[in-house]
């Protein structure tokens, strides 16, 4: 057989080949924008954590109107006041399972520190990560006592 021949039936043997290569590398992209999309959604998710998170413990701060002296706040009322902010503000329809999961008063009682957990939605890759992904956001509002 010729040198020709062989290179022809060589190419024919290896014919479909590349198709097999460009399938898998278009997944592993796809993949990974997937992955990048995912991400960007537990990103922009903590970011609106966050932001309720500051809100809620402003509102916690600004609930604190103590008598002259040193401001007394109680963890329950911190949790009080965020829960009450959360509802008002209609947050529970913007986060997926949103609660106060912690809530204290410095030593000193002028700084309120709330916790929120909630979970973010992964609709691109439900079959191959969890569905939800677990966000947590803290925040600290100092209490002004006006004189």
Known sequence: M????????????????????????????????????SASIVNVESRKLLSEADAAASSAALAAQPAPGTPQLTEQQIVAAAQD??????????????????????????????????????PVLRWVLPATVEVTAESHARITVNR
Do not use: P
């Open 2 to 37: 010729s040198r020709r021949g062989r290179t022809q039936q060589a190419l024919a043997e290896e014919s479909g080949q590349t198709t097999v290569l460009i399938l898998g590398l278009v997944s592993i992209v796809l993949m990974l924008a997937a992955v990048i999309i």
């Open 85 to 122: 902010y959360l509802s008002e503000a209609e947050a529970h329809h913007r986060h997926h399972d949103l609660a106060v999961t912690g809530a204290s008063i410095s030593g000193g009682g002028d700084t309120i520190t709330v916790e929120l957990r909630a979970e973010a939605e992964l």
